[in-house]
């Protein structure tokens, strides 16, 4: 809508995206800590379960202590008060007092002395009976409450006053809240019925306040709380070291086994004591040894069967060179032999050839799989070196009856190359495209970005199917064994081709489908030792437009100003393809 | 164009038919079949040309080459089953101009033969400048401040090929074809090797080379003249 508008929700947008985002990440990290680390879990269920007994015993001792100081102070208060109440209605029933005034100097005095003496004195109140329904005499005189704090007779519930009319000592327990401090401070009251001269029943209350036994009660608990609290902490640090004893070994196994798979194969557990530990890394210690003995086993055996392919293609070489000359002396003469000498002599000549490419491809194999293939690197215009192949494979397209497309850019593509090695791959990917091409042209495309030079090379012939596309890497692997081999492949040049883009730290893949054509695109870094992470060309060309049925929308096809609405796969390719 | 070529192979059957090849092109072979012998026979036989084998009983191809080398710029082509970087680049750096690895064909050997046995018949006395050497092409003499420099036959022609064009930049292609005679692309690694045993003996510093200069990416050039 407005701008203002959209101005002010994102920023609270971002701010909640932001927040969110940094809870997210604490969250996981909190998570991946608590993933990752055994420690850490088995600390934090410890102190969980710790925590958790802890607390019930904290609780259910409280409770017990409570109940058990509350109880011997009610028992002890019921008979304090019942000794002051009888000794009160003593006073009383001795008085002579005959006026309402009298009575009520009476009450005072009485109330005023129950509540004396010592800190845990009771507060003391003189109720008036509720209304009793009297055998027909009104009390003849009216005399007042009286109270030591008369704010807190507001405590006395209904209930208890019921209560008390019956003669019999009742008791309630109560909470005080001072008014200044608002402390709660638990307090027992006490009833009884005492009979005033003159005025008749009174009910008499003392409230004893639970101060002391309160106070012991926190002491108590305050200091059950610190036991817990030492207890919890010396339950984590126990855990954390018993923890950290055990899995400290388990890390360095850990460790160890990581170097061990990098390759480290002489790395070792140290072995201490007898106790399960040990055994661990004792059995930890012959199982990486027995692994390193196999591994050097193996390695030996594969570095005697490399050494084998590679000694008895050397030896094969010097007889062959001294077939293949004599081979091409009799082939020179060939013309003064019968028809069939001569055309031994042919024979003869081509399967040498053949037999030769074959050696030397083994023997470039065989120089891959011993490792004891070098990049001889140098700073070379790609564009260069596939124009030279093309031009050498200009026969044999011609021959084919193939035409071949090539598509360069215009500025230097320099990369750090095998010229040698990556002549190869171009030539290998072109004499592979051009048998298979069937006579249809054969494009090769090359182009570089910042990091990487491509060079694409795509037929239009039989293709591959996908399962021969992941086995055309592979060594003697034909697509048709059945096919005429016109230019006798070895069956090794894809495969060689392969390990010449890996040793360049490059890329080499191929795509096909049946009737579609292949394509195969070999990806160089500029500078020796960079990583790719992208190809300037694509290696899938883009879908082909079945010419009867490329869509036009909703314009004329003599309009020439419609050509730019052509929403046809050509525009596609226009757009894929940088 | 005849000349007498020396074969130090210890296969026999594969030097006798060098040897074949080489008499039905008009040469006339040696043939040497130990490295201990090769030195002497090669005084003996004063060859215009060594076929050296590089894996031989007793003193080995390399050695044989340093020696040979160590008295004479005769032209020496190694013969390989080694195409292994290391192998030719040792072989290279123990004076060999060229190599063949095996197999080879009638045809290439001949072509490498005739290419290291070639004498360009250059149109009269020539004297080239670069940087503050001057060359007596004719004479085939090398020389800074009046003292001569002792360059092989194929160092000579290296360096006569940069020369002649000094605002060229050759790239090892070029270079492989006008010195080394190849008409396909061959192996750049000749030419680096010799650029650097070139340098080795013409430059002040080799390290920072003035005479012969690396143009990244495309080849090599002649250093400015200065004298």
Redesign the interface.
């Known amino acids: 809508m407005t701008a203002g508008g959209r101005r002010g929700r994102p920023r609270w947008a971002s701010v909640w995206r932001l927040l969110r985002s940094r809870w997210l990440r604490r969250l996981r990290a909190g998570l991946r800590w608590w993933r990752q680390s055994l420690q850490v879990r088995v600390l934090a269920s410890t102190l969980l379960i710790g925590l958790t007994a802890l607390s019930l015993v904290f609780v259910y001792v409280g409770q017990r202590t409570a109940a058990g100081l509350f109880d011997e102070r009610r028992d002890q208060v019921l008979l304090e008060s019942f000794r002051a109440s009888q000794q009160a209605q003593q006073t009383l029933s001795a008085s002579t007092a005959q006026t309402a005034a009298e009575v009520f100097v009476l009450l005072r005095g009485v109330t005023t002395e129950e509540s004396t003496g010592g800190p845990s004195s009771p507060e003391v109140f003189m109720l008036r009976a509720p209304a009793q329904p009297a055998p027909g005499q009104p009390a003849p005189v009216q005399v007042g409450n009286t109270a030591t704090d008369p704010t807190l007779v507001s405590l006395i519930s209904d209930g208890l006053r019921a209560a008390v009319t019956d003669n019999k000592q009742h008791w309630q327990s109560v909470a005080v809240v001072n008014p200044t401090t608002h402390q709660v401070t638990p307090a027992i009251l006490v009833g009884q019925q005492v009979t005033v001269p003159v005025v008749g029943a009174y009910q008499m209350y003392f409230l004893y306040r639970l101060d002391a036994e309160q106070r012991r009660l926190d002491f108590l608990l305050g200091t059950l709380a610190l036991a817990a609290g030492a207890l919890v902490l010396l339950l984590a640090s126990t855990t954390w070291l018993v923890t950290r004893q055990t899995v400290r070994p388990v890390r360095r196994a850990a460790e160890v086994a990581e170097r061990l798979a990098d390759g480290h194969l002489t790395e070792r557990m140290p072995e201490h004591g007898e106790d399960e530990m040990a055994t661990l890394a004792r059995s930890f210690n012959g199982m990486a040894a027995s692994l390193q003995d196999q591994i050097h086993r193996l390695e030996e055996l594969s570095a005697l069967q490399r050494r084998f392919v590679s000694d008895v293609s050397?030896e094969l070489?010097?007889?062959?060179?001294?077939?293949?000359?004599?081979g091409?002396?009799i082939y020179?003469a060939r013309e003064s032999f019968d028809p069939a000498t001569k055309r031994s002599a042919e024979l003869l000549s081509t399967q040498l050839d053949r037999f030769?490419d074959l050696?030397a491809d083994l023997l470039e194999i065989s120089?891959y799989d011993a490792g004891?293939a070098?990049l001889?690197a140098?700073?070379?215009?790609v564009r260069?070196v596939v124009l030279?192949t093309v031009d050498?494979a200009l026969t044999l397209a011609a021959r084919k009856g193939s035409w071949l497309q090539v598509d360069l850019p215009a500025e230097?593509a320099?990369a750090d190359i095998d010229?040698?090695r990556v002549?190869r791959v171009v030539r290998n990917l072109l004499v592979n495209a051009i048998e298979h091409a069937e006579g249809t042209p054969v494009e090769v495309r090359v182009a570089a970005d910042a990091k990487a030079v491509a060079v694409v090379v795509r037929d239009h012939g039989i293709g591959m199917t996908p399962d021969e596309v992941a086995h055309v890497f592979g060594r003697f692997w034909r697509a048709d064994p059945a096919r005429a081999r016109t230019t006798g492949g070895t069956g090794l040049g894809l495969a060689i081709s392969l390990e010449d883009a890996h040793l360049h730290g490059g890329w080499l893949e191929a795509w096909g489908r049946p009737g579609q054509g292949a394509s195969f695109r070999l990806t160089l870094p500029r500078r020796a030792g960079m990583t790719l992470t992208a190809s300037p060309l694509e290696l899938v060309p883009p879908p082909e437009a079945p010419s009867s049925a490329t869509p036009l929308v909703g314009v004329s096809r003599t309009d020439p100003a419609a050509l730019p609405e052509w929403t046809g796969p050509f525009d596609a390719d226009r757009q894929e393809v940088p | 164009m005849k000349g007498r070529v020396l074969v130090v192979d210890d296969d026999t059957a594969l030097a006798e038919m060098i040897g074949i090849v080489l008499r039905s092109e008009g040469f006339e072979p040696v043939f040497c079949e130990d490295g201990d012998s090769a030195l002497g026979i090669f005084r003996s036989a004063q060859p215009d040309l060594v076929l050296l084998d590089l894996m031989l009983p007793g003193k080995d191809g390399y050695e044989v080459c340093r020696l040979i080398r160590a008295e004479s710029g005769v032209p020496i082509v190694m013969l390989t089953a080694k195409s292994d970087t290391v192998d030719v680049v040792l072989g290279l750096e123990a004076g060999a101009d060229d190599y063949i690895s095996k197999p080879f064909k009638p045809k290439e050997l001949v072509a490498r033969v005739r290419a290291r046995l070639r004498r360009s018949d250059e149109p009269a006395p020539e004297h080239l400048a670069i940087g503050d050497l001057t060359i007596d092409v004719p004479g085939h003499r090398v020389s800074r401040d009046g003292e001569q420099i002792s360059l092989t036959p194929l160092e000579f022609d290296l360096l006569v090929a940069l020369a002649r064009k000094p605002w060229q930049v050759f790239t090892r292609e070029v270079l492989l074809e006008k010195v080394w005679g190849y008409r396909h692309a061959a192996d750049t690694r000749l030419v680096n090797v010799h650029v650097q045993r070139l340098r080795s003996k013409i430059e002040h510093d080799p390290e920072k080379p003035e005479i012969v200069v690396t143009v990244r990416g495309v080849g090599y050039k002649a250093g400015a003249t200065t004298s």
Do not use: K, W, Y
């Open positions: 050397h070489r010097t007889p062959l060179t001294t077939v293949r000359m004599a091409e002396m020179a030769e050696l120089r004891a070098v001889d140098e700073g070379r215009d260069e030279r050498n230097r320099v010229p040698r002549e």
